[in-house]
C-alpha cells in the first residue's frame, strides 16, 4: 500500500510541477507570493522545497487554473 501512496504522491506533484511550467514560473511565484527561485526549486526538485511552500504552490496553480477554465467557459458563452 504504501507503495501504491508514493506513486501516487510522484505522478500529482509532476502534474503540479507541468502546471506551473504551463502558467510560468514567474505567474505562480507571484500567486504563491513566493520567490521565482522557490518555484524553480519546487519544479526542479520538488522533495526538497519546504511542505510551506508546495503547499503555497500547489493553491496558486488551483486558483489560476480555476481562473483560466472560467475565462474559456466565458469565451466560449460569448461566441
Known amino acids: 500500500m504504501t507503495k501504491d501512496l508514493t506513486f501516487m504522491v510522484a505522478t500529482t506533484m509532476e502534474a503540479y510541477c ?12 507571484e500567486r504563491a507570493g513566493l520567490k521565482e527561485r522557490i518555484v524553480r526549486k519546487f519544479v526542479n526538485d520538488t522533495y526538497s522545497s519546504k511542505n510551506s511552500d508546495v503547499r503555497k504552490i500547489q493553491e496558486a496553480v488551483k486558483s489560476i487554473a480555476v481562473e483560466r477554465s472560467e475565462a474559456e467557459k466565458d469565451d466560449n458563452n460569448n461566441e
Do not use: C, H, Y
Open 18 to 29: 507541468e502546471k506551473v511550467m504551463e502558467f510560468g514560473v514567474e505567474t505562480v511565484a
